[in-house]
């Protein structure tokens, strides 16, 4: 028998004998794979293969034949990281554990998110293999249930600004004749007070690095910890050594100053850093905070409050005013506005009524509402925005992939620079002293924590100010694409237009009816029972106008044509151009009136009396352009970034909408299906595209650009298909995408700029021994902490758009 290990994969898809023999065969080609059994019942396949290695490998050629092997994302919340080694080691350790396929960690967030074949790797394999790496690891609440423990945990007594303040208090006598140097006073510590002081600053505050920078050497690599505790070990055992030797009568120069200082800028510095961390995850603490605990529920005609878990999707929620809506759900009695301005962006209220949908976390204004629930816990779309947000803070830009290949060399680059700094020093100067507190110096100032921290907390901050203006990034790698965008194709139904079709002109027949008045209350009494959307935009029309609807009589349904009736006595028939031509009524003086409409694009319905056959009138329907369209495209315009409209509608309803909005392009009827290749001919040249749509049929055209944009008032196949959702139906929304995007991207290359610098700079003048290790430490602190200062600049980022602005300034 094969004494080779066995693994189990499940498989879905298959369906026969043939769908067997087929994964079979896959599998047996996989490198390392020596036996396969594949068992249809139990949708599963069995194989002995030489390590796990190879069941990454094993999936994707499931998957090349033609099905899947399911995978599941775990998310761990892991502690105890402090720099882009811990990070780059913490995914060494989860990518090596059997039925692992990816395994991206985020410093800033301090959460690991997994992907692993089902059934291979399960919370305790993967947090086991976290802990071997010297680290600790917590399954994660998921669903958008809670912000990072960063944010959301109150910091221990360790973790919190006393501990600085002591060592702090400690270390300033040390540093107190280095001060009084300068204005001329010299003046010494006795040896054993400067010992007495340094000591607990060393081992009882410094304590962490040690035994961070332990675990990293057990592990066998290295970390900002281990730096810092080699390098305030070599001052400290160095002074100590200096005082053993020198006579009691003397004063040597002792270094237990630096060693102190050190450790108490580090700690500064880290503690600033958490804080600076704690504040870019305020967008999901807000977003969390906007769900209820409890929920006012309706049952068998009795009102009682209840745990918001425990409702369930049917029930009947009550909601006074003033209060948040606890779950998604339809109104079945009642009306009022709801302030929906934390999930859209817009501080409009928004006016709710019986079968009017309600959004969990928005706030109730005057009227009580009844609703019947619709959506509850995860399904819900406030827990659906949460774990958007999540996803994005928690992903790795394509940017970070850089960094991560520097992070992985850095620590051991550095202690052999350090230790060519000491032999150098030592060998040839012959001043080992000198040569140890260089070697100090250069251990302190090689702080890998800005490289770490450069791209998350510029995500963090950038996501969450897009979020806050109803912009919602899934990933990163849309963040860090949509700045390089130059031409974005919008679908036009529902995305550039309303959607919904509306009354755009009125023309009668009789002179007397100049205004239309007298013709648009006969459509309106022909309609009055109709749910059709004309039928609706008709009457809308009416109501707008304060006009008096008569009464109709034997109204039906004309299939296919129309509607007839009778209204004030005369047998009345509205319908298409056929109609009217069935019924042998000539147009007269208003046919090229009509060609013209049609040539708009507009959709022209003719009224007509049967008896004799005349036209009384036409009434023509458009689709309204968005409030924000043209502001959206005249932003993108002054960018520099080419507008196109792909749609499905004739050549005259899409050059009259490109005409109004001064599109580049518009390439009218368009296939559904041919839209994603369309999409993919404007990306021809090197161009970067951007798809903005809101339909199932805009999925594929949304997957196939650079950069898909949906609309939430479209369908959930076209968020999914996105990279980035828009809140609110608002096309100006779209610049300001590109704008946060471009600000993000901005605040990454900075902030990496200045951790390069840092080091480039830094390490070179210690070695040289031009840099003093107080110095070094105190430079080292200030690198994280101006990385995340920088980055949380963002938070100050406004959009242009006129309603996203005026929403800005409501919640301000």
Not at 714 to 731: C, E, K, Q, S, Y
Request: glycine share 8%; with cysteine; hydrophobic share 50%.
């Amino acid at each position: 028998m094969d004494d080779t290990p066995e693994w189990r994969l499940p498989v879905e898809g298959m369906t026969c004998a043939s769908c067997v023999r087929r994964v079979e065969n896959a599998l047996a080609r996989v490198p390392g794979v020596h036996d396969v059994a594949v068992n249809l019942a139990t949708e599963a396949a069995t194989l002995h293969a030489d390590s796990a290695a190879v069941l990454p490998a094993a999936a994707r050629a499931v998957a090349d034949a033609g099905y899947a092997v399911p995978q599941d994302s775990v998310e761990l919340q892991v502690t105890d990281m402090t720099c882009a080694s811990c990070v780059a080691r913490v995914e060494k350790a989860l990518r090596a554990v059997p039925g692992v396929v990816q395994a991206q960690v985020n410093l800033a967030t301090e959460r690991a998110t997994v992907t692993v074949l089902r059934g291979t790797a399960d919370d305790a394999a993967l947090a086991a293999a976290v802990a071997r790496a010297g680290y600790g690891a917590t399954p994660a609440a998921g669903g958008g249930a809670a912000a990072p423990a960063q944010a959301t945990r109150t910091p221990a007594f360790w973790d919190g600004p006393w501990p600085v303040a002591i060592a702090a208090a400690l270390s300033l006598p040390l540093v107190a004749p280095m001060v009084l140097a300068w204005f001329g006073v010299h003046w010494m510590l006795p040896a054993w007070v400067q010992w007495l002081l340094a000591t607990p600053v060393q081992f009882v505050f410094g304590w962490r690095f040690y035994k961070a920078g332990w675990k990293a050497v057990r592990a066998g690599a290295g970390n900002m910890d281990l730096l810092v505790a080699l390098g305030t070990t070599a001052a400290y055992g160095l002074s100590l050594w200096l005082m053993w030797r020198t006579p009691a009568d003397a004063m040597p120069h002792l270094y237990f100053e630096s060693a102190a200082v050190v450790i108490t800028l580090v700690r500064l510095g880290k503690w600033l850093e958490t804080r600076a961390k704690r504040q870019t995850a305020e967008a999901i603490r807000a977003l969390a905070a906007l769900r209820p605990d409890t929920a006012r529920v309706r049952r068998g005609g009795q009102e009682a409050s209840v745990p918001l878990a425990s409702v369930r999707v049917g029930d009947e929620v009550v909601v006074r005013p003033g209060e948040r809506i606890p779950v998604d759900a339809e109104v079945i009695e009642g009306s009022s506005h709801a302030d929906e301005s934390m999930l859209t962006g817009e501080s409009v209220p928004v006016p709710k009524k019986p079968g009017d949908r309600l959004t969990g976390g928005a706030i109730n204004f005057e009227g009580l509402l009844v609703a019947r629930t619709v959506a509850v816990g995860a399904e819900t779309v406030l827990a659906r925005i949460i774990r958007m947000v999540e996803h994005a803070q928690a992903a790795k830009a394509p940017i970070q992939r850089m960094v991560d290949q520097v992070s992985a060399v850095f620590v051991p680059v550095v202690l052999v620079i350090a230790l060519a700094t000491v032999l150098g020093w030592g060998l040839l100067g012959g001043n080992w002293e000198a040569a140890l507190l260089n070697a100090v110096a250069v251990l302190v100032i090689a702080c890998p924590c800005a490289l770490g921290l450069a791209t998350p907390t510029a995500i963090m901050a950038g996501t969450g100010a897009g979020a806050r203006a109803g912009i919602l990034i899934k990933d990163a790698e849309a963040l860090e694409v949509a700045h390089r965008v130059s031409v974005v194709a919008f679908d036009k139904t529902g995305t550039l237009t309303v959607g919904k079709p509306e009354v755009v002109a009125l023309h009668a027949a009789d002179a007397s009816d100049a205004d239309g008045g007298t013709l648009l209350a006969r459509l309106a009494a022909l309609q009055a029972g109709s749910e059709h959307p004309l039928a609706r935009a008709v009457l809308a029309a009416a109501q707008a106008r304060g006009i008096a609807v008569p009464r109709a009589e034997h109204v039906q349904a004309l299939p296919g044509r129309g509607i007839a009736g009778v209204v004030d006595g005369q047998a009345l028939q509205l319908g298409s151009e056929r109609l009217r031509e069935s019924l042998a009524a000539e147009a007269g003086t208003l046919a090229p009136v009509a060609q013209r409409l049609r040539d708009e694009g507009r959709t022209v319905s003719w009224l007509v009396e049967t008896t004799p056959p005349r036209v009384v009138g036409l009434v023509a329907f458009g689709d309204a352009i968005k409030p924000g369209a043209p502001e959206a495209i005249a932003r993108l315009r002054a960018a520099g970034v080419r507008t196109v409209m792909l749609t499905g509608d004739n050549a005259g309803a899409a050059a009259r909408v490109a005409r109004e909005l001064g599109l580049d392009e518009v390439q009218a009827e368009v296939l559904p299906e041919d839209k994603a290749a369309r999409v993919q001919a404007l990306g021809q040249g090197g161009a970067v595209v951007a798809m903005v749509g809101d339909g199932i049929n805009d999925a594929p055209a949304l997957a196939a650009a650079d950069v898909g944009i949906a609309m939430s008032t479209g369908t959930d196949v076209a968020m999914h298909a996105a990279g980035i959702t828009l809140m609110r139906g608002d096309p100006a929304l779209v610049a300001d995408a590109l704008a946060v995007s471009h600000r993000t991207v901005r605040k990454i290359r900075q902030n990496l700029f200045w951790a390069f610098f840092y080091n480039v700079v830094g390490i070179p003048l210690a070695a040289a021994g031009l840099l003093n290790p107080v110095v070094a430490g105190a430079a080292m602190a200030f690198s994280s902490v101006s990385v995340v200062g920088n980055a949380l600049l963002l938070r100050r980022w406004h959009p242009q758009s006129r309603t996203a602005a005026t929403a800005q300034r409501g919640k301000r």
